[in-house]
């Protein structure tokens, strides 16, 4: 079903009149000299059709943050009334030509946001208010929209950069590029597999691997042309209006449906078990992780709340399947930390730790650490720091996590075997810089004595952002 709706169009009809005649004439005589009648027919005329009057297809976006609701008059009458930020119109039919559009305050034609002539040809329109009222940037940014369907495999995807205060950016999926240094009103379209994908807008770099400034999900269906706004305040605390950072997705023509997923559980994947090979992860029956190693940690994958089938098998053996349970997951972030030793005859047994990650930012002087002790041959152990002595972590066992928030900066921290007074021996010292506002998890991982160990991963300490 196609998103395009018309509006009547008023056509008129010329009627012709149709008139038909028989002529004849009657006159006496004898059988050898009869008159003959004949009979002709008056020709119909041909009607001659009206031309049907051309017109566009015309649609309206309020993509400027600090306006309020609007209404749209063209050519005087009113087109769209009320119309909220981030709404987008259906399309309207226009005739060609020159048409006169004003955009008002709802309900307040004498205030007048915008107001001039807009010339539109037999095409397929948008019109979007972008920029600020406070800054007397507010104007309609005209887009011609290519309404042309796509594969039925494949859909077509435009990005509009909307935010004011947001400076060029890349869009990316994964580690592929769809948009590269997108301006404020740039726009760009890309082709791509019918799927759903998440989908990153970073600050632009000439590498694409710029700080994620927003992440979203996206189900693009095939046969289907979408374009997405990227519309709000990347920092609306700064600015006159609380609208903040948003996608507003929006289906211009084709079969319909897909459009912004709400996957409100972010789940991650640490492979933490030392004497484990490589593995995939399936999330529900397809592949989300493969070859994962030893010792990494997964970027988060977006799901949707409920229940989930996850399964983790042997990369080069697929049939060795080593997990295999349903989680449910409520909103929220999560760890699911492969721990212990596959060999059948360890204390601590291959297991999967679901641990709930806290992803909110510190105070920008702060730096939030979580310890998780992964080291299957290790005890319970104290983690201290240098210089000051501090305790942040007592008594950790293995498969403990406790978390700390200390001041932002550079420290030494030593791994211990559990004392009363936190003194014990020291097994491990490493060097570790966390920034303010940031939250991490430090894993303590791998073979404390590797050479008596069915693997010789050695003790080690990863630290991992989480946010």
Do not use: W
């Amino acid at each position: 079903m196609t998103n395009i709706k018309r509006r009547d169009v008023l056509r008129g009809f010329g009627g012709v009149a149709i008139a038909g005649g028989l002529a004849g004439c009657m006159g006496g005589g004898t059988a050898d000299d009869e008159t003959e009648t004949t009979t002709t027919s008056t020709p119909t005329p041909t009607p001659t059709p009206t031309p049907e009057p051309e017109t566009a297809m015309l649609r309206v976006a309020h993509l400027s943050p600090d306006a309020p609701n609007v209404d749209v008059y063209v050519d005087d009458s009113v087109a769209l009334s009320d119309v909220p930020f981030g709404a987008v119109s259906d399309y309207l039919s226009v005739p060609v030509g020159t048409r006169t559009v004003k955009v008002t305050a709802a309900g307040d034609e004498s205030t007048v946001a915008f107001e001039g002539d807009l010339d539109v040809a037999e095409a397929t329109y948008t019109v979007a208010a972008v920029g600020e009222l406070a800054e007397g940037t507010f104007e309609p940014l005209v887009l011609e929209d290519d309404v042309s369907l796509p594969a039925d495999d494949t859909a077509r995807v435009r990005v509009v950069h909307a935010s004011p205060d947001a400076p060029a950016v890349d869009v990316t999926a994964g580690d592929t590029v769809l948009f590269d240094g997108v301006s404020f009103t740039q726009s760009g379209s890309v082709e791509v597999p019918a799927d759903t994908y998440a989908l990153q807008v970073r600050g632009d770099t000439e590498s694409n691997d710029g700080d994620a400034v927003a992440e979203f999900n996206v189900e693009l269906a095939g046969g289907t042309v979408y374009t997405v706004f990227a519309a709000g305040y990347l920092t609306p605390d700064d600015e006159s209006a609380d609208a903040g950072f948003r996608p507003v997705v929006v289906v211009d023509a084709g079969s319909g449906g897909g459009g912004l997923v709400q996957r409100d559980v972010s789940l991650r994947a640490a492979h933490l078990s030392p004497d484990a090979p490589n593995v995939d992860v399936l999330v529900d029956d397809a592949v989300a992780l493969a070859d994962v190693p030893f010792g990494a940690v997964s970027d988060y994958l977006a799901l949707t709340a409920g229940s989930h089938q996850v399964t983790i098998r042997a990369t080069d053996a697929p049939d060795t399947v080593v997990f295999d349970e349903t989680l449910d997951l409520a909103a929220g972030a999560y760890t699911a930390a492969a721990l212990g030793e596959l060999d059948s005859g360890a204390d601590n047994g291959f297991a999967v730790s679901l641990l709930e990650d806290d992803r909110s930012a510190p105070a920008d002087d702060a730096a939030r650490i979580r310890v998780l002790h992964a080291s299957p041959d290790a005890p319970a152990v104290d983690v201290t720091v240098v210089g000051s002595g501090d305790a942040l972590v007592d008594g950790a066992a293995f498969g403990d996590a406790a978390t700390v928030e200390v001041p932002a900066g550079e420290y030494t921290l030593q791994i211990r075997g559990d004392t009363d007074s936190n003194d014990g021996d020291v097994v491990a010292e490493f060097d570790v810089a966390v920034e303010g506002g940031r939250a991490y998890t430090a894993i303590a991982l791998g073979y404390l004595t590797p050479d008596g160990e069915p693997a010789d991963a050695a003790f080690d300490l990863s630290v991992v952002a989480d946010n």
